[in-house]
């Protein structure tokens, strides 16, 4: 292996590796609801528009095994269970706010200032 390309793939594997883990469309927007309070999976299916009960499911389910959530059975009447987000996934907080700054910027600079933020 060429010295560039091993340089290339040590750089390419951690970002593939944390894409795995909180890529795709929904996750980041899940999280971000869990943080502001949603710890239901009925309210976190409300808060995100679009988002289906299936891929909901799927994805708590991924973001627990990748502790980034918990998820608590409550014994009562009802049964309820309950997401909470753990101290793991703090540590994203910081991208998810480079994240935000940078899709503000490039609305910004794709539809000009008078953008406004829609669903």
């Known amino acids: ?47 995100i528009p679009k988002l289906s009960t299936k891929v909901l499911s799927k994805e708590l389910k991924d973001m627990e095994a990748n502790q980034l959530i918990t998820r608590t059975v409550i014994n009562g009447f009802p049964v309820r269970t309950e997401y909470r987000h753990t101290e793991h996934s703090n540590t994203l907080k910081k991208v998810i706010m480079e994240l935000q700054n940078w899709g503000i910027n490039h609305r910004k600079k794709i539809f000009g200032d008078k953008s406004e933020i829609s669903n």
Do not use: Q, Y
């Open 1 to 47: 292996m060429k010295k560039e390309h091993k340089e290339c793939m040590s750089a390419l594997l951690p970002v593939r590796d944390t894409l795995d883990v909180i890529g795709g469309k929904w996750k980041l927007l899940i999280l971000i609801s869990i943080w502001e309070g949603n710890k239901h999976f009925r309210g976190i299916e409300r808060s």
